[in-house]
């Protein structure tokens, strides 16, 4: 469709392509994938269960172009993307999955094998679950069972039990990953090809949401609409609305420029765009940062990380966001941009308060810049009620670098402990150019339990806090001290 005009998105959903005029239709942009889906008469398979991203009720696969013209399939919950999100791209939900022909109904692996194997007894969790199966079985075959598990941590089960879905995913993912989508791939390619990528812009009666392509049409917008939110995958933002029941008046969603989804390894260092998906950096990074990658393991869900992006986590500047005090201790960079330039600012510099950066009017993020670590040690820690899909009570990125078993650089950074994720600097001044010893951690400790006055909230108590961030220095003795080899 050539020339697509304003308030106009296009996808595709039941194999045709679908137009939505926000205007004419009177919707508001920030309609969530799963409320347009349930305004259907033909796909209510789709549940709600807690409209925070918790739950899993409510996941949808998306089919999109690579830049090799390919379709990838990603498990996402529709409930925290707003439909302008999904322009361009084809939308699979549970009523698409099995083959309908003539008068016969063929059921797709995934849920043969959700029948075969007993994964489902009340059925509400079903639909979504079925969807994350079928994004693994898409993507995996024969997948390791910690892989499963992973595909599954963003879906909750309140009556049959894991064992049987896992055993399910298990069996449906063992026979290859072609189905009536593969089928079908060539003409889906075709009929995303005819859509049109072009910048988007819906102006309603008291909202408006742009989606541009380019970034200096970002800065121009930024210049028109000071007050704009800048949202990458929403899973920050999108809760406003639908916990806060907020109307978010004025949205600029930066999530098709592709400049700010680029990866790149100079041999030195990671440079990672502020909009890559937390899921796409795993699989970029692959061994090489183990504790970047041991802490995106414990960050959210599947369908989370699929959008969600590290420049979002660091653009909330959240006490208990999981990547700033991991990247603190990396000595991350960030390249912040604005229509006249670029500044460098490293992390710590760049949180300034209880959800405050420096982020100056006109500014985005545009990059991440992860130094390789050479000689030092880093490790990342999160403790939280539950290990997976939880956000954490108190988190730790820790750097160590020792010669001749004495401390030559440390850098202790926390979560939860503060107003802002934080070194606990005195505690590193009583270690620097010390033995690395269990005396002298014992010492460090104590400081350590001062240095902080965390509070109590619905997580934990201010005592469990500051007990959590002394167990985990000295957890960090204990897997490090074995690392001296004596001269
Ligand atoms: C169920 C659930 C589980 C979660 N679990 C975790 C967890 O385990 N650990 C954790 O740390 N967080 C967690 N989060 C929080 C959230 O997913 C992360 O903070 C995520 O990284 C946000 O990224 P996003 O792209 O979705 O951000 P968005 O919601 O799009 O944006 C978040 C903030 O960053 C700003 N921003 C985004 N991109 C830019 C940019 N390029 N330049 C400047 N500012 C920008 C936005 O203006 C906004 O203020 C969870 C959220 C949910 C809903
Ligand atoms: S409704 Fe629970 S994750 Fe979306
Ligand atoms: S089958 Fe009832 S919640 Fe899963």
Request: proline letters at 4%; a positive charge; hydrophobic letters at 35%.
């Amino acid at each position: 469709m050539p020339g697509l005009s304003n308030n106009l998105i296009q996808f595709i959903l039941d194999n045709k392509i679908i137009t939505i005029d926000f205007d004419k239709q009177g919707l508001s942009p920030t309609l969530t994938v799963l409320n347009y889906l349930r305004s259907l008469p033909s796909h209510k398979g789709v549940k709600e269960g807690c409209a925070e991203g918790d739950c899993g009720a409510c996941t949808v696969v998306i089919a999109e172009l690579n830049k090799n013209n390919q379709l990838t399939y990603t498990a996402i919950n529709s409930c925290l993307v707003f439909l302008p999100m999904i322009h361009g791209k084809q939308l699979i939900t549970v009523e698409n999955l099995a083959e309908k022909e003539r008068q016969e109904i063929k059921l797709h692996p995934v849920q043969c094998a959700m029948v075969d194997l007993n994964g489902s007894q009340c059925g509400y969790c079903t639909p979504g679950i079925v969807m994350a199966m079928f994004a693994l079985y898409k993507n995996q075959k024969n997948p390791l069972r910690e892989i499963i598990e992973d595909a599954l941590t963003g879906n909750l089960c309140r009556c049959t039990g894991y064992q049987p879905i896992l055993n399910a995913a298990e069996k449906a993912c063992q026979n290859g990953n072609t189905d009536q989508f593969s089928k079908k791939e060539k003409e889906t390619i075709l009929l995303l090809n005819t859509i049109d990528k072009k910048s988007i812009s819906i102006i309603t009666s008291n909202q408006k949401y742009f989606q541009p392509i380019g970034l200096q049409e970002v800065f121009k917008l930024i210049k028109e609409h000071p007050n704009a939110a800048i949202i990458n995958g929403s899973t920050d933002i999108a809760l406003k609305q639908t916990k806060k029941f907020e109307v978010i008046e004025e949205i600029i969603d930066v999530s098709s420029i592709l400049e700010l989804k680029s990866f790149k390894d100079t041999g030195t260092e990671f440079i990672i765009g502020s909009g890559l998906p937390l899921e796409s950096i795993k699989d970029n990074i692959g061994v090489q940062l183990p504790a970047f990658t041991n802490m995106l393991n414990v960050f959210a869900s599947k369908q989370i990380r699929n959008i969600a992006t590290l420049g979002g986590n660091i653009g909330s500047a959240s006490p208990i966001g999981d990547s700033i005090p991991l990247l603190i201790a990396y000595n991350a960079k960030l390249k912040l941009i604005n229509r006249s330039g670029e500044r460098q600012i490293s992390i710590e510099e760049f949180i300034k308060g209880y959800r405050k950066t420096d982020l100056q009017k006109g500014e985005i993020i545009h990059s991440i810049n992860i130094p390789k670590p050479s000689n030092q040690i880093i490790q990342f820690y999160k403790i939280s009620k539950r290990k997976d899909l939880d956000i954490s009570t108190v988190s730790a990125g820790f750097r160590l670098e020792l010669s001749d078993n004495k401390v030559t650089d440390i850098c202790l950074a926390y979560g939860g402990m503060a107003e802002i994720p934080k070194r606990a600097t005195s505690t590193e001044k009583s270690l620097l150019y010390k033995e690395w010893s269990f005396e002298n951690i014992n010492k460090a400790t104590k400081i350590l339990i001062e240095e902080f006055k965390p509070i109590s909230d619905a997580r934990s108590g201010a005592e469990f806090r500051k007990i959590a961030a002394k167990n985990l220095l000295s957890k960090f003795y204990e897997e490090t001290k074995q690392d001296y080899v004596s001269a």
